[in-house]
């Protein structure tokens, strides 16, 4: 499995970013594809998960409502969608990728990770 993130960069406060992760390498029928974050100094952390038929989605609370986690089945692509963006936003940002349904938030649980992808917030 390839995980490709891109998309990246630097945006002001209150603006908004999307990021891509395609993925590659077999069929992703049945798995959970997720956004992680790291911010400076700071472990890694969940921001969003959704099964890859789409049916159910989970973000943290520190985003919830301002980011989206939209799909695109037929390119094998997940996208994390950032508005509202915030300085506490700055992180470089993973995709990962694991077998099965559920929406895990702990990075233990993921086997495949694509590189991380800066994103800075300035103010």
């Known amino acids: 499995v390839q995980l490709q993130a891109s998309g990246g960069g630097l945006v002001q406060v209150g603006g908004s970013m999307k990021l891509s992760c395609a993925a590659s390498?077999?069929?992703?029928?049945?798995?959970?594809m997720a956004w992680f974050r790291q911010p400076p100094g700071k472990d890694r952390e969940f921001v969003a998960a959704?099964?890859?038929?789409?049916?159910?989605?989970g973000f943290a609370d520190a985003v919830k409502g301002r980011f989206t986690i939209p799909r695109d089945n037929a390119d094998n692509t997940v996208y994390l969608e950032m508005n509202s963006l915030k300085p506490e936003d700055t992180a470089v940002y993973y995709c990962?990728?694991?077998?099965?349904?559920?929406?895990?938030?702990?990075?233990?649980?993921?086997?495949?990770w694509g590189q991380g992808t800066q994103v800075t917030v300035s103010s």
């Open positions: 959704l099964t890859w038929d789409g049916r159910r989605k």
């Open positions: 390498g077999r069929t992703f029928s049945g798995v959970v």
């Open positions: 990962a990728l694991r077998d099965g349904s559920l929406l895990h938030t702990s990075s233990h649980e993921y086997p495949w």
